[in-house]
């Protein structure tokens, strides 16, 4: 079963400058930060704007997180994530010129996206 989405309105919010969005609901509690070079163990639910469910870790009740290297991830994902800390939970609402942009390829261009993340641990 996939979770509700995080509630935005009791998270501290930082807005970036170039629109990226970053909701942290727990700082997480690991003694380091993530690197943009890290590969990472996440939980998460990425949805549109119109509250679609593009792709869960959740989803048919699967219960282990995603490996993800951030070098091989799209730029707001990125950046939302470094710093961050194992068992922390954040929502990043990712503008399209950080996402796929006008990309003709991509099923989501031109669209903002939104993820709600559980940091499971730092891989590397």
Known sequence: MVPEPYD???ADLEV???GLRIFTHDEGDGLFGITERDRVDLFYTFR???GNIVESTYANGN?????????TT???FREGLIGKKEGGTI???????L????????PFQNDTLYYDILIDRIIE
């Open 63 to 71: 219960t282990f997180p995603n490996s993800m290297n951030l070098p």
């Open 99 to 106: 996402g796929y942009g006008s990309d003709p390829n991509s």
């Open 48 to 50: 549109l704007s119109d």
């Open 8 to 10: 935005t309105l009791t």
């Open 74 to 76: 799209i730029r707001g």
């Open 91 to 97: 929502t990043l609402v990712i503008p399209p010129a």
């Open 16 to 18: 970036r400058t170039n």
